[in-house]
């Protein structure tokens, strides 16, 4: 017997159908990368948001404890300072005086000491260009106005103290101080981070 087995052909491929099946999964896997970039963008733009939200909070709650421990820290060192200098004026040892506010000076954040007579005229300066001039003149005379030890915040702290003896005013002690920053400026860190 001679059997002739031809070899059926297998089914033709659809060249048609086979290229379009590779066009549309090509076409699906480059929409499904877009739209997995585009999320991953969208994420990393909200997660920058929120560290960005959260750096600034931090930022405002660091410097409104410090900005309230030097006020405590500073009232009481002046409260106890006019003690010092009072005690000094009533012996007439105004050279005493002197010693202190240059001692003070040279601490880190003290820019400048000034007594001040009740008439107001600056008996005493860590800077002489001041010395004998009238207070009001270059500093602002509510600090001059208060009873007890005054605080305010400005670029430099400026606080005062009635320098007291027993029954009357003696004068009134100045201190301006410019605070050490305990946090880099966020405008500063910025600028860096953008150009490393």
Known sequence: ????????????????????N?????YGVIILLI????YLLYRNWQ????????RNT????????????DRQQLMFGM???????????????????????NALVKDRGVKEMLLVDPTGNVKISTNK?????????RFPASLLQQENVYFTKQEAYQLSAPVMAPGKRLGTLVMIYTPTPVLPDLTTDNQQTVNP
């Open 35 to 38: 739209g997995g970039a585009g």
């Open 1 to 20: 017997m001679n059997t002739d087995q031809h070899a059926k052909p297998a089914n033709p491929v659809d060249r048609r159908t086979t290229g379009l």
């Open 47 to 54: 997660l920058t948001r929120q560290v960005t939200s959260e």
């Open 58 to 69: 931090l930022y405002t709650t660091a410097q409104n404890n410090q900005l309230a421990s």
């Open 79 to 101: 409260k106890t300072f006019a003690w010092a200098v009072g005690n000094a004026l009533g012996q007439g040892k105004e050279s005493e005086i002197n010693a202190y506010f």
């Open 129 to 137: 260009k001041n010395q004998g001039i009238s207070f009001a003149d």
């Open 22 to 26: 590779s066009r549309v999964i090509l």
